[in-house]
């Protein structure tokens, strides 16, 4: 970088004019007589003193040079920072690379100084916007009344970049979206709340107001408190006034099932019963079907409790009555499962108990679950008790078929004849099974014993002893036909041997009443052996008629091989 001095011409002006005061100093002295050496002197002085001078003024340039270079230092460092800051790119060279003297270059630098200032200015006026309203965000959720400024505001400058500005700006949407939801949700619970004080008839307006004076305020929506704190209160005020809710519909409905019950227990009239409609028609609804406004106000409940004491008043007499009704549905269940109950016991109890003072309700509702549980056991005995009538059945026919077969004139031409073989041949069938229902019944007793802990009692008595008894008692009747029908081929053996060493001695002798109804236990007629059989066989086996008389008193019936007895 060059500086430019003094043209030539100025400088032979200088010299044309130091010339000629030099000549006339001369003169001067020449007139005064100085002396050489003093005028080499005042010559050295003068000299010494225009060398003053200019040192001073070259000292004075040079410091302004300096300052020069300094302030377009100064301005190219600021440049840079506020470029830094920015974040943009310059587009001015550096200085050293730049034509022309500092003050030219000056005069180029301070217009991009200038101007990356006013860019500054601008961006921090931006920045304190965002930052602004990210604090006023901030402190609506933090719960700060207190009204946020830009004077309250810092802006950082060392970092004014675009990207930071963007940063700022993308979470200012996402508090502006923060605060909407708040906002979405102060309302919702607002409304979720007016709508329950609604159905209760409870004042609104006292309870916005207790959460946050602000929310009380319909008409503006940005004065509503959107804080963690308010949000929570909301949300305590919503479960609160749910479980209010809850407790007065089932409150509601307890007394409405009351007056229903109560109602049917002593026949009120139709329209004694539309007064509290509206209470009981709630018994079925659930909590999202109430809406009505005060369907659900404390009046209500009283109105109902109040009517629920005055009939509750009045059904003692009634109670009594269904109590004793019940006793005879219990026993009545029990009767038909064969299950025995000491009825006279039970309801000198009963009249105890009622006496006593105790709670009728109570009692009623205890006989209804006794009747329940009487149900249930019913039900459990019912295929057992199913099993059982079908031994009896079994069991009454095998006796019938006995008593037939001994008749000796079952097969005597008469009326009911053939339906009496029918009969017969049905109970063979019948009594052929007996062994497996007996052996089933007797696996469904100890299942139902097993799971309930219990014995199976079928009229005071355990069925499985019964069973067994029975079991054995069939044992031994089939062990006493067996030896029956035995005896009775000996005896008939006997008699044939007879008959042959010394000639038949039977008698023939007529046949029953044709009027007698034959083949029943009532009607037998004593006739031979050969009537066992009917006279309608064609090809009848005849024997001696009374030849068990002559058999030795100590013959003995002895059993074939492989001969058993006909039980279980």
């Known amino acids: 970088m060059s500086i430019s001095v003094s043209s030539p011409l100025s400088l032979s002006k200088s010299a044309t004019t130091c010339g000629s005061l030099l000549q006339e100093l001369q003169e001067i002295w020449d007139e005064i007589g100085e002396s050489d050496s003093e005028r080499d002197r005042k010559l050295l002085q003068v000299e010494q003193e225009c060398l003053d001078i200019y040192r001073r003024n070259v000292d004075k340039e040079r410091k302004y040079k300096a300052e020069l270079h300094q302030s377009l230092a100064k301005a190219e460092a600021e440049i840079s920072r506020l470029v830094s800051a920015l974040g943009e790119q310059a587009s001015l060279p550096l200085s050293g690379k730049m034509k022309g003297t500092l003050k030219q270059i000056l005069t180029v630098i301070d217009p991009v100084l200038k101007d990356i200032r006013t860019k500054k200015l601008e961006r921090i006026k931006e920045f304190l916007n965002i930052e602004t309203q990210i604090a006023a965000i901030c402190a609506e959720i933090a719960g700060n009344d207190s009204v946020i400024s830009p004077t309250d505001i810092q802006v950082n400058e060392q970092d004014l970049t675009a990207k930071r500005l963007g940063e700022l700006k993308s979470h200012l949407q996402e508090l502006q979206s923060e605060k909407n939801l708040r906002l979405q949700r102060v309302n919702s619970y607002m409304s979720e709340i007016h709508e329950l004080t609604v159905v209760m008839s409870l004042d609104f307006k006292k309870i916005i107001a207790n959460i946050n004076p602000s929310l009380a305020n319909h008409l503006s929506v940005q004065s509503k408190s959107i804080s963690n704190e308010t949000l929570a209160s909301l949300t305590s005020e919503v479960n609160s006034l749910k479980q209010l809710k809850q407790q007065r519909l089932e409150r509601l409905q307890n007394l409405g099932s009351s007056l229903i019950e109560l109602w049917?227990?002593?026949?009120?009239?139709?329209?004694?019963?539309?007064?509290?409609?509206?209470?009981?028609?709630?018994?079925?609804?659930?909590?999202?079907?109430?809406?009505?406004?005060?369907?659900?106000?404390?009046?209500?409940?009283?109105?109902?409790?109040?009517?629920?004491?005055?009939?509750?008043?009045?059904?003692?007499?009634?109670?009594?009555?269904?109590?004793?009704?019940?006793?005879?549905?219990?026993?009545?269940?029990?009767?038909?499962?064969?299950?025995?109950?000491?009825?006279?016991?039970?309801?000198?109890?009963?009249?105890?108990?009622?006496?006593?003072?105790?709670?009728?309700?109570?009692?009623?509702?205890?006989?209804?679950?006794?009747?329940?549980?009487?149900?249930?056991?019913?039900?459990?005995?019912?295929?057992?008790?199913?099993?059982?009538?079908?031994?009896?059945?079994?069991?009454?026919?095998?006796?019938?078929?006995?008593?037939?077969?001994?008749?000796?004139?079952?097969?005597?031409?008469?009326?009911?004849?053939?339906?009496?073989?029918?009969?017969?041949?049905?109970?063979?069938?019948?009594?052929?099974?007996?062994?497996?229902?007996?052996?089933?019944?007797?696996?469904?007793?100890?299942?139902?014993?097993?799971?309930?802990?219990?014995?199976?009692?079928?009229?005071?008595?355990?069925?499985?002893?019964?069973?067994?008894?029975?079991?054995?008692?069939?044992?031994?009747?089939q062990e006493q036909k067996r030896r029956s029908r035995e005896q009775k081929r000996l005896q008939d053996q006997f008699a044939a041997e007879q008959e042959t060493i010394y000639g038949s001695k039977s008698v023939k002798k007529p046949l029953g009443n044709a009027n007698t109804v034959p083949g029943t236990p009532n009607s037998r007629r004593i006739s031979t052996p050969s009537g066992r059989y009917g006279a309608s066989i064609g090809k009848e086996k005849r024997g001696s008629g009374n030849v068990g008389a002559v058999i030795p008193l100590n013959y003995v019936a002895l059993a074939k091989d492989g001969q058993k007895s006909g039980g279980l």
């Not at 409609?277 to 005060?294: A, E, K, Y």
């Not at 199913?386 to 001994?406: I, T």
Request: aromatic letters at 6%.
């Open 264 to 477: 049917n227990l002593m026949d009120m009239p139709m329209e004694e019963q539309l007064k509290f409609n509206h209470v009981t028609s709630l018994v079925s609804s659930s909590i999202d079907d109430i809406s009505r406004q005060g369907s659900l106000s404390i009046h209500i409940v009283e109105q109902a409790e109040v009517e629920v004491e005055r009939l509750s008043a009045r059904k003692t007499s009634k109670l009594r009555e269904l109590i004793f009704k019940r006793q005879n549905e219990l026993e009545e269940i029990y009767r038909s499962v064969h299950m025995d109950v000491d009825s006279e016991t039970a309801r000198q109890i009963l009249i105890q108990v009622m006496e006593s003072g105790s709670d009728l309700s109570d009692l009623l509702s205890s006989m209804d679950d006794q009747v329940v549980k009487a149900k249930e056991q019913a039900a459990s005995r019912k295929e057992v008790l199913d099993k059982v009538e079908k031994w009896k059945h079994a069991s009454q026919e095998e006796s019938w078929l006995d008593e037939y077969e001994k008749d000796e004139n079952r097969y005597s031409a008469g009326k009911g004849v053939h339906i009496n073989l029918k009969r017969a041949e049905k109970a063979r069938i019948l009594v052929s099974k007996i062994p497996s229902l007996v052996e089933n019944l007797t696996a469904k007793i100890k299942a139902w014993e097993k799971e309930r802990g219990m014995p199976f009692l079928y009229h005071k008595a355990p069925l499985l002893h019964t069973l067994e008894e029975y079991i054995i008692s069939r044992q031994e009747k």
